[in-house]
């Protein structure tokens, strides 16, 4: 099973009537460029997202490779088959690529991972993984039973939220598990910073560009973007053949350095 390296965000979309066909298309614009992950949550405006998703995604759910994710509150072994259930009939598909617990929160990682192998037992999902879970939760989830089929485990990852380079990405990445990179041009608010706005038109790219093909420079790492427009989706699909060179590696490492000891996993 493989994961497309750069797929779609959808968080707050769909919720906006005025936003809907501008949203639509951009889905689907991504979609026939290959970028076929589609990542929601059930969390998402309260299942509007994934309901936006199931119309962008009509009569191409077997082109898609869609995600979508359990709230904590939500993760006992019966809530988790639950939520799924009700996931799915939003989405208006009978199974999903792939299921997330959003977070780690009061129920044991034992029970959702019971609650994860009843649905894969239905064949209700293909896999499942974990978001926002730190190494140290990371290796407790590997110690319970049936926790090393883990596929995956999203977290906040851009040039100014580096941390997970010191222990969390090197632990993934000996383990052959892709780490889906949430926030990846960190909601927008880095692309006004100065050294990209330097980086960019040397490359012959945007800010956008540059943050995207920085996040996607190393294996086994995905990337999510959101993009609520077709010229944001396209502009972010020209990231994938984006090289950057040393002398632009060098000023980002300058601008945003890299993390000299472990810190809290940031979350957004
Ligand atoms: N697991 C978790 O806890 C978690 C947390 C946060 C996010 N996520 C997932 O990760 C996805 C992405 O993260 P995010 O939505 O927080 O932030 P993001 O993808 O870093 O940033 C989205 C923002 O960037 C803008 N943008 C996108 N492409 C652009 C481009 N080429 N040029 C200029 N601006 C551009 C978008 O504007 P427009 O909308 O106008 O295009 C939007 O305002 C989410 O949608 C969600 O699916 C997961």
């Given at each position: ?7 779609q965000g ?174 990846p041009v ?22 956008a560009?540059?943050?995207l ?10 990337a999510i973007p959101k993009a ?8 972010n ?32």
């Amino acid at each position: 099973m493989s994961m497309p390296r750069l797929g779609q965000g959808t968080w707050n979309m769909g919720d906006s009537a005025a936003r809907r066909k501008q949203e639509l298309a951009a889905l689907r614009a991504g979609i026939d460029l290959g970028m076929t992950l589609i990542d929601t949550a059930e969390m998402y405006g309260d299942g509007r997202s994934e309901s936006l998703v199931a119309q962008a995604i009509a009569g191409m759910r077997d082109k898609v490779f869609l995600v979508t994710k359990v709230l904590p509150s939500n993760a006992s072994r019966k809530g988790v088959v639950r939520s799924c259930e009700a996931s799915l009939k939003r989405l208006q598909t009978d199974n999903l690529d792939l299921y997330l617990l959003h977070w780690s929160g009061s129920y044991a990682l034992e029970e959702t991972v019971r609650g994860f192998e009843d649905l894969l037992a239905a064949g209700k999902i293909r896999a499942w993984g974990v978001s926002n879970l730190d190494l140290r939760e990371m290796r407790r989830l590997g110690a319970v039973p049936g926790g090393k089929a883990c596929a995956t485990n999203q977290v906040l990852y851009n040039l100014s939220r580096r941390g997970i380079e010191f222990d969390l990405l090197p632990w993934c990445q000996a383990r052959k598990m892709p780490v889906m990179a949430y926030s990846p041009v960190e909601q927008g608010r880095i692309l006004g910073h100065r050294t990209l706005k330097e980086v960019a038109p040397r490359l012959g790219a945007t800010p956008a560009q540059v943050a995207l093909a920085w996040v996607l420079r190393q294996d086994g790492v995905v990337a999510i973007p959101k993009a609520g427009t077709v010229a944001h989706v396209r502009a972010n699909h020209k990231a994938l053949a984006l090289k950057l060179d040393a002398e632009a590696l060098g000023a980002l490492d300058a601008a945003f350095p890299p993390p000299r000891k472990a810190r809290p996993l940031e979350m957004l």
